[in-house]
């Protein structure tokens, strides 16, 4: 017989299953079609107990979307934490994230819904994180010589602005030729501030 839930427990299960139910009704449906009815009508949950916990469906939708930006987080981590160069752990970073724009589960949720109902403030919260690592990442490969920027802070934001318009360009389409194209073209935006006296991949290839 299995031990009694705590109520600390219960309210966490409860949490987690109205987290589950409503970010898949997100990413279907789209925040005005998603009824807060339709998130805890086959969860045996009360629209009090939903209430208790997120305040109401705003407060719902916000705590989906920062969980998103945490998976979206980790997955590129696991995109660039076997590569041993800093280089490419940029570029493989940024066109990690771009990958991100086309899956189903992230795609509408992140790109499409979140920036029509969250203010920017909120998102550039939720951000922070990513921000942070893209940001580490260009300071580091700056140290290490192998990039040129005026400052690497202000050129970390222009890298994140870039990605941002572009995962929201590849996310309108399922052609994964506009992500190739996406990943192509941040990876020149990143290569034409390359050191000089570094080749690029393209210079390394015509020499083969």
């Not at 260009?138 to 140290?143: A, F």
Request: some cysteine.
């Amino acid at each position: 017989m299995s031990a009694k839930l705590t109520k600390a427990e219960q309210t966490q299960r409860t949490r987690r299953a109205i987290l589950d139910r409503a970010r898949h009704l997100f990413a279907t449906k789209g925040y005005a079609a998603a009824g807060t009815e339709e998130m805890i009508g086959e969860l045996g949950i009360t629209r009090g107990a939903l209430y208790h916990q997120f305040n109401d469906k705003l407060g719902v939708f916000k705590a989906v979307v920062a969980e998103a930006y945490s998976d979206m987080a980790n997955y590129i981590s696991t995109k660039v934490q076997p590569l041993d160069d800093p280089w490419e752990q940029l570029v493989i970073g940024c066109q990690a994230f771009l990958e991100i724009a086309q899956q189903e589960g992230l795609r509408r949720l992140v790109f499409i819904e979140a920036p029509a109902v969250l203010a920017a403030d909120t998102l550039v919260e939720f951000d922070q994180y990513g921000f942070g690592l893209l940001y580490e990442s260009i300071q580091r490969v700056v140290d290490e010589g192998k990039l040129n920027t005026i400052d690497p802070e202000g050129f970390a934001h222009l890298v994140n602005g870039s990605l941002n318009e572009l995962a929201a360009w590849v996310a309108q389409s399922d052609d994964p030729e506009r992500l190739k194209t996406a990943q192509r073209l941040v990876e020149t935006l990143l290569t034409r501030h390359q050191n000089s006296i570094l080749r690029t991949p393209f210079e390394k290839k015509n020499d083969r």
